[in-house]
């Protein structure tokens, strides 16, 4: 069968309009497996503020004398940090953060589906730089209530320190490895097109 130019023409057209519908349908339903979640990065942001809030914190109380001056910071660190259902939260003292806790901010990072659905090299490297963070924050809770039980100034602003540079670690800086950083770099993943990358990224 002959077709005339203008039959041809429409043939065309007809073709590239199937492809076109058919192109927008499969960008519609296909999304990349590893996409960010916006919420995830909302939720690491809340836990850097109020990571933000616990350092200022510990900073004050190791620079503060006498010893009794020292103390409502201490306590108000481990508010920021254990949030209202903590096990040493104190009402009595003040609480810069939302009662929400930096821990619990973490708990709830690792259940994000970056993490749980993501390959299994990715999925190990997050987790252990989760871990890793909410050990850092152990430590720093650990340090705090030490230096709540001393008796001297110095001692208890020595603690103080060590909860600071624990803290600083849990913070960690933008360009660390995913697997060893700290919450700047997770911030800085979850914001990358595809969501995190492996863990072995140099």
Same mark, same amino acid.
């Given at each position: 069968? /002959?077709?005339t130019k203008?039959?041809?023409?429409?043939a065309?057209?007809?073709t590239?309009?199937?492809?076109?519908?058919l192109?927008?349908?499969? %960008?519609?339903?296909?999304?990349p497996?590893?996409?960010s979640?916006?919420a995830?990065?909302?939720?690491?942001?809340?836990? /850097? @503020?109020?990571?933000?809030? %616990?350092? @200022?914190?510990?900073?004050?109380?190791?620079?503060?004398?006498?010893?009794e001056?020292?103390?409502?910071?201490?306590h %108000?660190?481990l508010?920021?940090? $254990?949030?209202?259902?903590?096990?040493?939260?104190?009402?009595?003292?003040?609480?810069?953060?939302d009662?929400?806790?930096v821990l619990?901010?973490?708990? !709830?990072i690792?259940?994000a589906?970056e993490?749980r659905g993501?390959? @299994? $090299? +990715?999925?190990?490297? &997050? $987790?252990?730089?989760?871990?890793?963070?909410? *050990?850092?924050? !152990?430590?720093?809770?650990a340090?705090?209530?030490?230096a *709540?039980?001393? +008796?001297? &100034?110095?001692a208890?602003?020595?603690?103080?320190?060590?909860?600071?540079?624990?803290l600083? %670690?849990?913070?960690?800086r933008?360009k $660390?490895l995913t697997?060893?950083g700290?919450? *700047?770099? *997770?911030?800085?993943?979850?914001? @990358?097109p595809?969501?995190f990358p492996?863990?072995? !990224?140099?």
């Amino acid at each position: 069968m /002959i077709r005339t130019k203008l039959e041809g023409d429409q043939a065309r057209k007809g073709t590239v309009l199937v492809l076109f519908v058919l192109l927008l349908f499969s %960008a519609a339903a296909i999304q990349p497996s590893g996409a960010s979640n916006p919420a995830t990065a909302d939720v690491i942001i809340k836990a /850097i @503020e109020q990571l933000d809030l %616990a350092i @200022e914190q510990a900073v004050f109380a190791h620079v503060r004398f006498p010893l009794e001056d020292l103390k409502p910071h201490a306590h %108000a660190v481990l508010n920021v940090l $254990e949030g209202l259902r903590g096990p040493n939260y104190d009402p009595s003292y003040s609480d810069p953060g939302d009662g929400v806790g930096v821990l619990n901010y973490v708990q !709830e990072i690792r259940q994000a589906p970056e993490i749980r659905g993501a390959t @299994e $090299e +990715t999925r190990v490297g &997050l $987790e252990n730089a989760l871990q890793n963070i909410s *050990l850092y924050l !152990e430590q720093a809770i650990a340090h705090t209530l030490k230096a *709540l039980d001393q +008796t001297q &100034l110095d001692a208890a602003q020595w603690e103080m320190r060590q909860a600071l540079a624990f803290l600083s %670690a849990a913070k960690g800086r933008e360009k $660390e490895l995913t697997a060893v950083g700290g919450l *700047l770099a *997770l911030r800085i993943r979850v914001g @990358e097109p595809g969501g995190f990358p492996p863990s072995s !990224e140099k």
